[in-house]
């Protein structure tokens, strides 16, 4: 039997990803908009070493929107195989402080699901979608076209 770095050509190495899906109780979903590109997302983030899952969404969720939050269900599991990426995306609720912009986010706003902005980056459309189907288990998804398909680059 061939180990996994056979089947991928050397290399076994997958990032895991944690992204956050909070919204508020008008059914408005929150959304930063990036500072290195202009595209609105969801909150998220690769994990860094010694981190568990929701120790990494609750820093990257602090980094790009200045919130604490609390850890809810998980939505989905999104493989995105060009880029070795497994993502982990989880409802959050807000509890402390008030979303600004950071650092990494110029700004950020609360959005009906049916009047994002014209530029958020399609794979955080579809994590959205998947929240909005209520379903009792996470969705498992291929997301498999590159970031510059996904902008039309």
């Not at 008030?98 to 399609?122: D, G, I, K, Q, S």
Request: hydrophobic share 40%; net charge negative.
């Amino acid at each position: 039997m061939k180990d996994a770095s056979d089947r991928t050509g050397g290399s076994a190495m997958f990032r895991v990803a944690v992204s956050a899906l909070i919204f508020d109780d008008e059914g408005r979903v929150l959304l930063a908009r990036r500072r290195d590109i202009d595209w609105w997302n969801l909150p998220h983030g690769g994990m860094e070493a010694g981190e568990t899952v929701d120790e990494a969404l609750r820093r990257e969720v602090m980094e790009e929107l200045g919130v604490a939050i609390e850890v809810g269900q998980l939505v989905g599991v999104y493989s995105k195989p060009l880029k070795q990426e497994v993502v982990l995306t989880f409802r959050c609720r807000i509890s402390g402080g008030a979303p600004t912009a950071t650092e990494e986010t110029r700004e950020c706003h609360y959005f009906f699901p049916h009047n994002l902005p014209v530029n958020t980056l399609p794979k955080h459309r579809q994590r959205i979608e998947d929240a909005l189907l209520n379903q009792q288990q996470a969705v498992i998804r291929a997301q498999r076209s590159s970031t510059a398909e996904d902008q039309g680059l």
